[in-house]
């Protein structure tokens, strides 16, 4: 009976020890997150202090981005910026990053919760083909627990990369409001000072005839250039804030036409606006116009009306392709496809 109990004592005796064990080890390794994680974010704070973007490589997005412990949200962008790459929007996209992250860094709210990151391909080759990445710019939100998930990667194709829309995208994803205060620009109040002084004194010059003012081609071709410049896009530009071109880093080729109808390219809204199909096809109703109305010799008014028909024809057939290539599906097409 003395031996079962005795026996019984060491046995708790021997769980006792083991439970405290256990207990000193996990305490010991919740300790040491806590000051690995404390470190991380000193760090991070450190870095954000001297710039708003903190510059990566491989082994420092490994180690603050990808690996717990981790009670932080850091948003990168995956980038090219080196004179070699030749990727202008990369250079537009990181001026806007730019101004977001210097929103935060300086904003009241600022706080260890959320930091901005660049990884440069020449500096994070490794990075990029860790993440299956093949474009560039991109921007990725890495959230303080788990994977990114679809919508942690920002839809620069259809939204574009203006700081706002960014500071939109991040306030769904980690609920951090920040308001983009840009640097102040004067180069759009100059220009308008330039143009009022310039029509201001050609009026003072012209004071005695004025008839100009009541030109009706004139302020025909002012209404056109209005119109062709808002059924281009251009207000859809200035608001999104797209991208010129699209370089594609793999085979270098250059796109102006973007596929996507839920987007466009800055380059695009020139071909229409200017190269090709609105200013044209104008062109050609015009001379339509022109060669029905006017009572000139006959052959001329051939000549004017058959050259008119030609640029509708064939940039309205142009106009069409282009439609196409944008709304995958549609059946219809003239000429060119």
């Known amino acids: 009976m003395a031996s079962a109990k005795q026996g019984y004592c060491v046995h708790l005796l021997i769980t006792c020890l083991f439970f405290l064990i256990l207990c000193v080890h996990l305490g010991g390794g919740q300790k040491k997150k806590e000051n690995m994680l404390a470190e991380k974010v000193e760090q991070l704070m450190e870095w954000s202090s001297r710039r708003s973007v903190v510059r990566m490589n491989g082994d420092k997005f490994r180690r603050f981005v990808k690996a717990p412990p981790r009670n932080y949200s850091v948003v990168v962008m995956f980038t090219a910026l080196q004179p070699q790459r030749q990727c202008s929007v990369c250079r537009q996209a990181n001026e806007e990053y730019q101004v977001l992250a210097n929103s935060w860094r300086y904003s009241s709210a600022f706080s260890n919760k959320l930091f901005f990151t660049v990884v440069d391909y020449d500096e994070g080759a490794d990075v990029f083909q860790q993440l299956n990445m093949n474009s560039a710019p991109t921007f990725m939100h890495f959230p303080p627990k788990g994977k990114p998930k679809r919508a942690d990667t920002f839809d620069l194709q259809r939204i574009g ?8 995208w991040i306030a769904d994803r980690t609920d951090v409001q920040i308001r983009v205060f840009r640097p102040p620009n004067y180069s759009g109040t100059i220009a308008l000072a330039l143009l009022v002084s310039l029509v ?40 999104r804030g797209p991208p010129y071109a699209h370089k594609n880093p793999q085979n270098g080729q250059v796109s102006y036409i973007h596929g996507s109808s839920q987007a466009q390219f800055v380059a695009e809204s020139h071909i229409i606006l200017l190269l090709t199909t609105d200013a044209a096809i104008t062109m050609g109703m015009v001379l339509l116009n022109e060669a029905a109305t006017s009572k000139g010799d006959v052959g001329k008014r051939r000549i004017i009306c058959l050259v008119g028909l030609g640029l509708v024809v064939f940039f309205f057939s142009f106009l069409l392709s282009i439609f196409r290539s944008k709304y995958h599906g549609y059946p219809y097409s003239f000429l060119i496809k």
Do not use: D, P
């Open 200 to 239: 201001g004194g050609l009026l003072y010059l012209r004071r005695n005839n004025l008839e100009f003012i009541y030109n009706k081609t004139g302020w025909a071709m002012a209404a056109l250039c209005v119109v062709f410049a808002m059924t281009s896009g251009q207000m859809w530009n200035h608001i």
């Open 161 to 168: 990369f203006a700081a706002e829309q960014l500071a939109k």
